[in-house]
């Protein structure tokens, strides 16, 4: 569990600028101890460059970083008390496996049991005890960042970055990995801040995640909060796959006009002042909300729909289908048989559903 009362990072005021160009802009951000915050967003959001900046690697433009209360705006990488992992491994392929966890260790002239203590339990932890006498070269992917995790592992410090560590591993190393990473954050109990673009990682691993556009915070909140009620369009776009259906059409009178199909949201829990809205506005339905009806289930909507893509993903179906004109996708069971010109009957609950402006692209 985290600690809510005392925050381990906090970014405060933090823009940074390349020349005329605004990267970040005004970021504010306090990580709680122990806390695991993923950033997330498309490539050339700001993710890594906040990253860097929390790690010193960049300068800020202006605001000002504090990792455990220090003001370290201004001080080297060294001295911030953080251990980053990369997404290149950046081993050395002259030493050994124990000789890359010691090297940063022995830099900082620490006597030779307290190194040898380190290693040894940084060892353990990511289980690479037998490959300590082993060069980089002859290690898998998977080992070398779990190489590239321990020598972060041996500082010794309140406060892990990872930046992307498992983009350059195949599907399946990447899942493994990221249940070692989850693992190491619940033994270790330190706060980690990890960067990525894959919303899986970030919704599996985080505490709270940090979705980022253009070097700024679109929402801050915890996955399910960010899943359930994404505070707008582009959160909801980004957060699901398959992607939410986005429905236009005009809200009036409690109901939704998608071309020329009514759909009623009057159960839906609009925002606070909110509630008589009307104008252009998204319907925003997640794929796994839709249920296929057979006649005795109801759903608060329904409608005909003839399937027109069927694409089969081992435990379920994912379906495309047509509503008012939108093109709409589905999940249901790999057990019920779907087929391209299938009519069928399809229902969801518009409670579940999301609202956005379809102007400003806002919450309703």
């Keep these: 569990m985290t600690d809510h009362a005392i925050t381990s990072v906090k970014v405060n005021d933090v823009s940074l600028n390349f020349g005329s160009v605004e990267v970040l802009k005004q970021l504010n951000i306090d990580v709680h101890q122990g806390e695991f915050l993923v950033l997330l967003g498309p490539s050339g959001c700001g993710k890594s460059t906040l990253l860097n900046c929390i790690a010193g690697l960049l300068d800020v433009s202006s605001g000002q970083i504090f990792i455990n209360n220090k003001n370290v705006t201004w001080d080297e990488p060294k001295d911030r008390g953080i251990g980053m992992v990369f997404q290149s491994y950046a081993l050395y392929p002259q030493m050994s496996v124990e000789g890359n966890l010691s090297f940063g260790l ?10 040898q203590k380190r290693v040894a339990r940084a060892a353990e932890i990511l289980q690479i005890e037998p490959l300590l006498a082993r060069k ?3 290690l898998s992917g998977g080992q070398r960042q779990r190489v590239a995790i321990g020598r972060a592992l041996v500082r ?24 070692e990473i989850k693992r190491l954050h619940q033994r270790l109990k330190n706060t980690m801040i990890y960067v ?21 915070i679109q929402q801050l909140d915890t996955p399910h909060a960010i899943y359930n009620k994404p505070v707008n369009l582009f959160v909801a776009g980004f957060i699901g796959s398959p992607s939410m259906n986005f429905l236009e059409g005009e809200l009036t009178n409690g109901a939704v006009d998608v071309g020329g199909t009514s759909v009623s949201v009057g159960r839906y829990g609009f925002e606070p002042g909110n509630e008589n809205w ?5 319907l925003g339905v997640r794929p796994e909300h839709v249920i ?26 994912i379906a495309w289908t047509t509503l008012g004109g939108h093109s709409f996708t589905f999940r249901a ?18 409670a579940r559903a999301s609202l956005f402006d379809a102007v400003s692209g806002e919450r309703i």
């Design 106 to 115: 022995k830099n900082a002239r620490l006597p030779k049991e307290e190194i």
């Design 136 to 138: 980089p070269m002859a």
């Design 156 to 179: 010794d410090v309140d406060v892990f970055l990872f930046d992307e560590p498992l983009s350059n591993l195949d599907a399946k190393l990447r899942s493994d990995l990221r249940v």
């Design 196 to 216: 990525t673009h894959d919303q899986i990682e970030a919704m599996t691993l985080a505490d709270r995640i940090a979705i980022m556009k253009e070097g700024i």
């Design 278 to 282: 009307s104008g252009r506005a998204v």
């Design 292 to 317: 296929v009806l057979n006649g005795v289930d109801t759903q608060p909507f329904s409608f005909d729909a003839t399937i027109e893509i069927v694409e089969p993903m081992g435990a379920d179906t």
């Design 333 to 350: 069971d790999s057990e019920l048989n779907l087929e391209e010109g299938q009519k069928i009957r399809l229902g969801f609950d518009p």
